[in-house]
């Protein structure tokens, strides 16, 4: 089939863009891999060769050996199959509004205005290690990179901080402060030893004194779809079916983390509900395409797995990525064309590949 202009993908109804789309995918055959996070809609995650969280993923752009990596999922991750994959593949998002609020909280300007403040009250080169989660653009982890400092994501943290305490003594952690913070206070590091950066303020709105006694320093940001499960919406639920067990991703509060019986990552949360005995009620806290795919595939074993907030929050960016744009990426590729490449100034790869692979040595 011909490649059309992208206006003409979106007048395609589900079927005939999923028909393209296993057409395309066939006609480029092992030249093409696609990667799929586990936030993507079932119309598009359904033709992911490989599904996984960002850890999971990131090893499979790295290890793939396909001259095309289209990645169903954000830019981060998309920056990342680019950086950590050889320089004649090529990286692919299908659609470039995909990216991520949580991310977009911190950027180089305003992380490099932090390290020259807290240059005031520290040696930040000698006593903070920089660790930023991986959803953050690839030039703050090349600032990671150039700094001593590593990435993370949220199936690693606990380790990264680790390494991090091995070598210096205070963490700067951005983006999200509850990842942050659920892992510091796992690792026994107390509330009043993590402080809040607000990067609206001078100085992260904290005094020298409070930055001298910090062990963690954490960035204010989160992410607009974890933030919205809170403690009630636990005790609500189990009033009504108390034997339930709750399992929430890392990016949710420390309230709600503490109320839950799991945390972890994405994979993790596929890993325990699978594992759990069969008949078993969950309630999860995390996106909504995961929770419903959960729900429907493990009702066969008698598992009902519910979503935590009484409110609809889908990752809104995850959710560009439709087949519709999936086939006009595809269809494009297989007449040679490549649309929506991501690539990374290669300086900046270099010094993010640094991050990276600090962190890819001490993940499990
Ligand atoms: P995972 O690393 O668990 O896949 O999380 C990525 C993410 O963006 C969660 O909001
Ligand atoms: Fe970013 Fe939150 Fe979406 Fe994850 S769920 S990609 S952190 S906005």
């Not at 490649?3 to 395609?12: E, F, G, K, R, V």
């Not at 891999?33 to 790295?62: C, M, N, P, T």
């Amino acid at each position: 089939m011909t490649a059309l202009p992208i206006q003409d993908y979106t007048l395609l109804d589900d079927t005939e863009a999923e028909a393209r789309i296993a057409a395309a995918r066939e006609q480029l055959g092992d030249r093409l891999v696609i990667l799929g996070h586990h936030y993507q809609r079932q119309e598009v995650f359904q033709f992911a060769d490989f599904s996984g969280d960002s850890l999971k993923l990131s090893r499979q752009a790295a290890d793939s050996s396909a001259e095309y990596i289209v990645f169903c999922g954000v830019h981060f991750m998309a920056e990342v199959a680019d950086i950590l994959s050889r320089p004649e593949q090529v990286s692919i998002l299908p659609d470039l509004g995909a990216g991520c609020s949580m991310a977009d909280m911190a950027n180089l300007a305003n992380v490099e205005r932090a390290w020259r403040e807290l240059l005031e009250v520290l040696e930040p080169d000698e006593q903070v290690t920089p660790v930023t989660y991986i959803n953050s653009a690839a030039d703050l982890k090349a600032f990671c990179g150039r700094h001593g400092g590593i990435v993370c994501t949220s199936s690693n943290a606990q380790r990264v901080l680790d390494w991090s305490f091995s070598r210096r003594e205070k963490v700067l952690f951005f983006p999200d402060q509850h990842l942050g913070r659920n892992t510091g206070y796992d690792m026994g590091i107390s509330l009043d030893e993590m402080v809040e950066w607000d990067f609206d303020q001078p100085m992260g709105g904290l005094t020298p004194d409070q930055i001298r006694k910090a062990r963690v320093i954490l960035w204010k940001g989160f992410c607009s779809v974890h933030q919205m499960f809170k403690p009630e919406h636990i005790d609500r639920f189990k009033e009504r079916f108390p034997e339930t067990k709750v399992i929430s991703h890392p990016e949710s509060s420390f309230e709600v983390c503490q109320k839950s019986d799991h945390v972890g990552s994405t994979e993790v949360i596929i890993r325990t509900v699978r594992d759990s005995e069969p008949g078993t009620r969950w309630l999860v806290g995390t996106e909504l395409n995961l929770v419903n795919r959960l729900h429907e595939q493990f009702q066969h074993e008698g598992k009902s797995v519910h979503f935590m907030s009484p409110t609809v929050c889908m990752c809104s960016t995850m959710f560009r990525i439709d087949p519709q744009h999936l086939a006009w990426t595809l269809e494009n590729l297989a007449e040679g064309n490549v649309v929506n490449r991501i690539k990374v100034p290669e300086t900046e790869a270099e010094q993010a590949r640094l991050a990276l692979e600090r962190m890819l040595e001490v993940s499990p």
